[in-house]
């Protein structure tokens, strides 16, 4: 068939497509050849290897997110000694809430507590002669509700005293109390002296929206004051979660860095962590607001558990302290000698035999043998501080006199110009864009290899590029992490904060991609960013 005129145009757009395509395949051809024998050179002399610490990566722990209190820690009740009102009194009793209405009970605060360290307790008056079905008395959600799995066994501890004889009624419950996962019946013998209550309760259903409540039908008055319900299969019997432990686990992580972070600052001193008030019997630990993070922790997960989770996980325990700074008032250094033995006792407590004066202490919490602290912390991000260096140097000679073998680490940053005091590490905290903590990567590139060693102890890219977790903040920190394994001869450690989240509390939320950042409420996921349900 011959070609018309209609027919040309289209044809010779066809056959310059044809060639043009043939030249492109010679082209991409050539550049796979080209690719192909392209050859890569890598230089393996030994003189230019830098050995990788078996340091380098650890994990930091911080009481932030509710990461600890509604996290890791396995307590199910919030706020269960109703301390977190502080001694005021009456004072707030929140998340606690009453079943009935006001007609037939009534509660209040007081300081009839057996405990002197944190005397308040909930004073409960029944005032119903024919109560409702079901009775009248109190619940507590616990942390955004409990997460109760059906056949597993609870512990329930409380403390309790009533002037008359009373029965209670104690259930796990739906939210709306129309479930009941699982209930008994204790009896409080008529005495003026409080009693402890042990009870376990063993779950017929999952709700992950549970809660606790305790009940009565009788008229008359009832005390209450820490009220605890733990889940009996908490790791190594040691009061942690098991399932977000293993989590840790599987990162092998080398160290473990605690318990913070702002939270051992504070913003104010008064509301710094003090390791004292979390060590010895937990119903006799006062708790204390945590200022920085907003919320109240009893401190069950305290100083001694902390020591316990890193001998758990096979990993260095770095206790990082308060130096007498905050972010609002400081110690002056002429004064700062109560605080230098404050911390010489706590490495004491972890490090002194059976016989010393806080070893015994220990020992007496059940762990007879030392905790194998090496490393300290003196401070966190206090380095601009007014008395920061002057403090510092008091507590870096007392530690150095006492403990020689103990690693001190230094919150100024010594990887562009050397410090002007001694130290055997450094702190550096970088959170920031992607594209700047991509930059980053050569930050050691120039260090000095003399001097202290650098401890990356919180890095993460945050803000905009973070959100729920991101490829580019991931790819970012990543880069970073190059760097520092690059510059490994002068970076001896590393860990990204924060570690654990939970869904309902994203006071800080980073990257949350290359680690394990645990969006903390139920039964976690093994994922790129692990999400659960509820507490």
Not at 485 to 495: H, L, Q
Request: glycine share 8%.
């Amino acid at each position: 068939m011959g070609i018309t005129s209609n027919d040309a145009a289209p044809r010779a757009v066809l056959l310059r497509f044809l060639f043009l395509l043939c030249i492109g395949c010679k082209c991409l051809a050539s550049e796979v050849e080209a690719t192909q024998t392209a050859t890569l050179a890598v230089d393996a002399s030994p003189q230019l290897a830098r050995k990788i610490p078996d340091t380098l990566f650890g994990i930091f722990f911080e009481e932030i997110n509710h990461a600890g209190a509604g996290g890791i820690w396995a307590e199910l009740v919030s706020n269960r000694g109703f301390e977190a009102g502080g001694l005021h009194t009456p004072s707030n009793i929140d998340p606690w809430s009453i079943i009935g209405d006001d007609s037939s009970v009534f509660v209040e605060t007081d300081r009839t507590s057996c405990f002197s360290r944190n005397i308040v307790a909930l004073r409960m008056e029944v005032l119903c002669d024919n109560c409702p079905t079901g009775g009248v008395g109190v619940y507590n959600p616990g942390f955004w509700g409990m997460n109760i799995e059906e056949g597993k066994v609870y512990n329930l501890v409380m403390f309790v005293k009533s002037p008359e004889t009373t029965d209670l009624t104690v259930s796990l419950t739906s939210s709306n109390g129309l479930q009941n996962l699982a209930s008994a019946t204790v009896t409080v013998s008529g005495e003026s002296n409080w009693i402890k209550v042990e009870q376990k309760l063993v779950a017929k259903g999952t709700n992950r929206t549970s809660r606790l409540q305790i009940t009565t039908n009788k008229k008359g008055v009832v005390w209450f004051d820490q009220v605890s319900l733990m889940p009996e299969d908490t790791y190594k019997g040691h009061g942690f979660r098991t399932e977000l432990i293993s989590m840790i686990l599987d990162l092998k992580p080398r160290f473990l860095r605690f318990p913070g972070g702002c939270f051992v600052e504070g913003g104010w001193l008064r509301n710094a962590f003090r390791w004292r008030e979390s060590i010895g019997p937990w119903e006799e630990r006062p708790g204390h607001f945590g200022d920085v993070w907003h919320y109240w922790t009893d401190d069950g997960l305290g100083y001694y558990e902390f020591l316990q989770l890193a001998e758990d996980l096979g990993t260095e325990p770095i206790w990082v302290f308060n130096n007498g700074v905050s972010h609002n008032d400081e110690v002056d250094t002429v004064a700062i000698a109560p605080f230098v033995k404050d911390v010489l006792d706590s490495i004491e407590f972890a490090r002194g035999s059976a016989n010393s004066t806080w070893g015994s202490v220990r020992a007496a919490m059940g762990h007879p043998e030392p905790f194998p602290v090496k490393y300290v912390a003196i401070g966190n991000e206090d380095c601009g501080k007014k008395f920061y260096r002057g403090n510092y140097l008091k507590f870096y000679n007392a530690i150095r006199q006492a403990y020689p073998d103990i690693q001190m680490i230094s919150n100024c940053d010594g990887s562009s110009t050397p410090l002007d005091h001694p130290a055997d590490l450094y702190d550096f905290h970088v959170y920031n864009d992607s594209k700047t903590l991509f930059n980053m990567k050569s930050t050691f590139d120039r260090t000095s290899r003399s001097g202290p060693k650098a401890f990356v102890s919180e890095y993460a890219v945050w803000r905009g590029d973070a959100g729920r977790g991101s490829l580019l903040a991931s790819l970012a920190e990543a880069a970073f992490l190059t760097g520092l394994e690059k510059n490994s001869d002068i970076v001896s450690m590393a860990s990204y904060a924060p570690l654990f989240v939970n869904d309902n509390d994203q006071t800080l939320v980073h990257a949350a991609f290359h680690s394990l950042h645990c969006f903390l409420l139920c039964s976690c996921r093994p994922n790129i960013v692990v999400r659960g349900e509820a507490t």
